[in-house]
């Protein structure tokens, strides 16, 4: 994903549901975290609101400057507890290693081919502690979904001021690779202002799949959700959400 300057709008479209799940399981698992795709800092911001302390890895230094921004503007007894680094989830080395490491907001279906979500996951599994805690969420898409489909969402930043996002996705059902357009549309006071267009790529993958990759480089399947309330994964889930641990 090419994100860019429309990175500043991001947090306008994303998921709260997530963070009591992440939150808690964080805490439980010695409130020391590594959030791979740390983005705006959403998730990781919250954790250190919750005296978690979090290393947060980005590949895009719009996301991060985002993220910067936003902890500028928390207290002190927040912000010492996130650090920010540029870095690849499929390829990154730390000097320390972490009890629980996340991978928040589907930001795990950028890794758009098995060799990506394979050389992510070991990176994961050499920066876990023993008995480490690794969790992510995946989308799940409905087999009815058709191929081609788009989308429109707007907020509102002020009286003055709404952004409207549209989103243009297509599905290579041979790959399950998801091609996906978005424009960012800013309007002032009802007339045009700016217009950002980002591209990007995601694999859907399934359960089974992600599930033999997980054992393979060599963790252990916990627990499977179909959503953050820790309902039980079924077929007519929208999203999965792994627990695994490294033995």
């Not at 730390?94 to 928040?104: S, V």
């Not at 969420?137 to 409207?164: G, H």
Request: glycine share 4%.
């Amino acid at each position: 994903m090419n994100y860019g300057p429309a990175s500043k709008y991001y947090d306008l479209f994303g998921s709260k549901d997530d963070l009591k799940f992440y939150t808690e399981l964080a805490v439980k698992h010695g409130r020391k975290a590594l959030e791979l795709g740390v983005g705006t800092a959403r998730v990781a911001i919250e954790l250190a609101k919750a005296k978690v302390t979090v290393m947060g890895i980005d590949n895009s230094k719009f996301m991060l400057n985002v993220a910067r921004q936003k902890l500028k503007k928390e207290k002190p007894s927040v912000r010492k507890y996130v650090t920010l680094k540029i870095g690849d989830m499929r390829n990154f080395k730390l000097r320390e290693t972490f009890p629980f490491i996340y991978i928040a907001s589907s930001t795990f279906e950028h890794c758009i081919t098995e060799e990506d979500q394979r050389k992510c996951l070991t990176s994961a599994h050499k920066a876990l502690d023993k008995k480490g805690i690794l969790s992510f969420d995946m989308s799940q898409v409905a087999p009815e979904k058709p191929e081609a489909s788009w989308w429109i969402d707007r907020r509102e930043l002020n009286k003055q001021k709404e952004v409207v996002r549209t989103i243009f996705s297509r599905r290579n059902s041979r790959t399950d690779v998801v091609s996906v357009n978005l424009f960012f549309d800013v309007y002032e006071n009802g007339r045009l202002k700016d217009r950002y267009y980002e591209y990007g790529e995601a694999r859907i993958s399934s359960k089974n799949a992600v599930e033999e990759l997980l054992e393979e480089v060599g963790f252990r399947i916990n627990a499977v959700y179909g959503d953050f309330d820790k309902s039980a994964y079924d077929e007519k889930s929208q999203r999965i959400i792994f627990v695994a641990n490294k033995p």
